[in-house]
């Protein structure tokens, strides 16, 4: 079956910096990729997505980045603020269901 | 609001207890999930109501026992739990076709087991 690999579980960057998120997938059948964002207290929130027809994303300081060959995808936060420290997770979505990836944890340092 | 509900927010039982689990969207969706979250582990998916069919996770213990009445309620049956079950309860809805995959999810259950 489908499995997400997501990488690192944690990142620290200092405020203003960028931010680059990683996750691989294993099933080229995958055909739609969601990235969510959940701070603390909350439930994971879609902030952006990408389908297996296009190579790359943006809305305002975030984008992703879908490679098919090499079956991996990115997350990429520009820019970075305070507000953006949350835990961010990747999937892969097949046969209409979503795989995840494990998390990471962002830090965004003053 | 995310458009679906969750209650009760926090939720402290004994052993012995039964419980219930309350999960409602208000987005016309038409499949709903129930997850578990517990720390420094993945999104585990519990069960998946889709098209009004129910898709069950084999490794999920009995005590566990969803109930979708229609498609924009979703309840989550809990007996005899253990503490190890003590977690974040987690409900999504999606639409299923039409092109809009995006999940929605709920704000949780914190779910405490003593």
């Known amino acids: 079956g489908e499995n997400v690999e997501q990488h690192p579980s944690t990142l620290s960057v200092q405020e203003g910096d960028s931010a680059v998120i990683k996750c691989t997938y294993s099933?080229?059948?995958?055909?739609?990729f969601p990235w969510y964002k959940q701070e603390l207290g909350k439930g994971p929130q879609l902030i952006i997505d990408?389908?297996?027809n296009v190579g790359e994303k943006k809305d305002q300081r975030i984008a992703v980045t879908l490679n098919k060959t090499a079956k991996h995808f990115s997350l990429h936060i520009t820019e970075t603020q305070p507000e953006d420290s949350a835990v961010y997770f990747c999937?892969?979505?097949?046969?209409?269901?979503?795989?995840w990836g494990a998390g990471t944890k962002l830090i965004i340092k003053p | 609001e995310t458009g679906v509900t969750q209650t009760p927010r926090h939720l402290v039982m004994g052993m012995t207890n039964k419980k219930s689990l309350k999960c409602e969207q208000h987005?016309?969706?038409?499949?709903m999930y129930w997850y578990k979250q517990s720390a420094k582990k993945p999104l585990e998916l519990m069960f998946v109501y889709s098209l009004e069919e129910r898709v069950e996770n084999n490794s999920v213990p009995s005590r566990f026992s969803p109930e979708c009445p229609n498609s924009s309620h979703l309840f989550l049956h809990l007996h005899t739990l253990q503490p190890e079950d003590s977690a974040l309860y987690l409900c999504a809805s999606s639409q299923v076709e039409g092109g809009n995959y995006g999940y929605t999810f709920g704000s949780g259950t914190r779910l405490t087991v003593v």
């Open positions: 987005l016309g969706h038409n499949a």
């Open positions: 990408i389908r297996s």
């Open positions: 999937a892969a979505m097949i046969n209409y269901q979503l795989i």
């Open positions: 099933d080229s059948a995958s055909n739609y």
